[in-house]
Nanobody, 126 residues
Framework: QVQLVESGGGSVQSGGSLRLSCAASGFTYSSYCMSWFRQISGKAREGVAALCSDGSTTYADTVKGRFTISQDKAENLLYLQMNSLKPEDTATYYC????????????????????WGQGTQVTASS
């Protein structure tokens, strides 16, 4: 049984930093992408960053240069380092896992991901 559990959310001032973690258990596929999505209340869930089994990463234009996705394979952890946070980054952030690895054009499609975490709230105030 695959389980994804996010942690690390919180409230920071604009310009601050947070690091989100996603603990993955039971996900043993060799070809995969693991990603972070976010959702503002009343809006559609959107892709933020993806990291795939070949080591490639993909970022939404809105976070490029500010957010970094990484993983600790030994500990089955996925991270999202968020720097220079802006009020518009305020959202619930979700970890997602999908297999097999998908092409860049598909990495932010919700339908490509079979497994989701419960979400963690990030608030950046001005």
């Amino acid at each position: 049984q695959v389980q994804l559990v996010e942690s690390g959310g919180g409230s920071v001032q604009s310009g601050g930093s947070l690091r989100l973690s996603c603990a993955a258990s039971g996900f043993t596929y060799s070809s995969y992408c693991m990603s972070w999505f976010r959702q503002i209340s009343g809006k559609a869930r959107e892709g933020v960053a993806a990291l795939c089994s070949d080591g490639s990463t993909t970022y939404a234009d809105t976070v490029k240069g500010r957010f970094t996705i990484s993983q600790d394979k030994a500990e089955n952890l996925l991270y999202l380092q968020m720097n220079s946070l802006k009020p518009e980054d305020t959202a619930t952030y979700y970890c997602a896992a999908g297999y097999p690895m998908m092409g860049v054009a598909f990495r932010f499609l919700l339908s490509e991901y079979a497994y989701w975490g419960q979400g963690t709230q990030v608030t950046a105030s001005s």
